[in-house]
């Protein structure tokens, strides 16, 4: 497809509130542009009872599974999700579909984005509008930090450089990659390996739990959007990713993992966690700190302990943390 035409459109769909059933929410009013692509929320508007935090969507096309409990294995599969789901925008197909065809503005628009008439099939369409929308999310990137300018002038041996880094900010860094075993998790550019994991949080909700990755493994493996069914361009077989949607199965210890989060910017994505349930970084290292390791899955390796942090190491840890935001 033309690339630019179709971030263009995507980026007027990602705020366009026609596209949802009361004409009230776009996308953007959950992933606001002006709050690194988060609401600043505990939990998302509307989302049934309220389950879950929203996520920034800075970097959000290197993510490898999409949704705290990985329930799609691709960008455009997580945005078609949110049009259709009865507590986010709550369309039916063929409403998303008749919105695009009968406006002229966006029929034009999604015309000239796929080089081609509108198809009829209304999925195959929405289909369409949801590869715009990932278009449009590819393009949106965390800003650079006083963390990547350390890190480059320490590559670089700029010892002058990169002593304008707090020492704070150092010494948290040490903590991280070392005694606190953060980065066996939050580790690569933005942070995170893509994997999930316990690290007990609560996950239980207003009239039950959330089953976290089970939950979201049983969604992505029956669901026709994955990478496996029909609507993968590249076509399930040359695609190395479709192989690795091929290979998962569901497994007990599942239950109640959330995906890792990445961590950059930060500081305007407050709160945090899955569920919104810690409100500052200070919370969020204090839960580290105090871990309750009764609460964390028996089986396979444990990467997590209770840490007994100093306060000056808390707080070196929390400087650090910040350095990953603009
Ligand atoms: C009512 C608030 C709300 C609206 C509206 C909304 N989202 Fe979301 N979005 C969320 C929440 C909450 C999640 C986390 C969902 C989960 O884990 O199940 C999420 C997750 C996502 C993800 C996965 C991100 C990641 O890091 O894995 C993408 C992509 C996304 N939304 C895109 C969109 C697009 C595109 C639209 C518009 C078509 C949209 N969202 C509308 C709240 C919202
Ligand atoms: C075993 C893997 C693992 C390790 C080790 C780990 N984390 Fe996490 N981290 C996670 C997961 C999973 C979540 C999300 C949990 C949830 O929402 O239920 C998370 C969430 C976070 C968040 C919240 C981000 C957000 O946007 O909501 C921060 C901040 C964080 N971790 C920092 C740290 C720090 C600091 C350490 C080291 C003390 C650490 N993590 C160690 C897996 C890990």
Known sequence: MPEPAAVAYGRRLFGDPALSADGRLSCATCHDPLRAFHDGRTLAEGRGAGVRNTPSLLDVADRRWFGWDGAHDSLWAASLAPLVDPREMNMRLEDVAQRVRDDPLRRAAHQAAFGAPTPRDDLELVVQVAKALAAYQATLRS????????????????????????????????????????????????????????????????????????????????????????????????????????????????????????????????????????????????????????????????????????????ADLVAFLRTLSD
């Open 143 to 314: 800003p650079r930090t006083a963390f990547d300018h350390f890190r480059d002038a320490v590559v670089r041996g700029d010892s002058q450089g990169a002593a304008r880094y707090p020492l704070a900010a150092q010494r948290g860094l040490r903590l991280f990659i070392g005694e606190a075993r953060c980065s066996v998790c939050h580790a690569g550019p933005a942070f995170t390996n893509d994997e999930f994991a316990d690290i007990g949080v609560p996950f239980f909700v207003a009239g039950g739990v959330d089953a976290g990755r089970h939950g979201g493994l049983s969604k992505l493996l029956t669901s026709y959007l994955n990478r496996l069914g029909p609507f993968n361009d590249v076509g399930a077989e040359a695609d190395p990713r479709a192989l690795l949607t091929r290979h998962l199965k569901i497994e007990p210890r599942h239950f109640g993992e959330f995906r890792v989060p990445g961590l950059r910017q930060l500081t305007r994505t407050a709160p945090y966690m899955h569920n919104g349930s810690l409100a500052t970084l200070e919370e969020v290292v204090r839960h580290y700190d105090l871990l309750d390791e009764e609460r964390l899955h028996v089986d396979g390796e444990r990467i997590l302990r209770r840490l007994n942090l100093r306060p000056d190491q808390a």
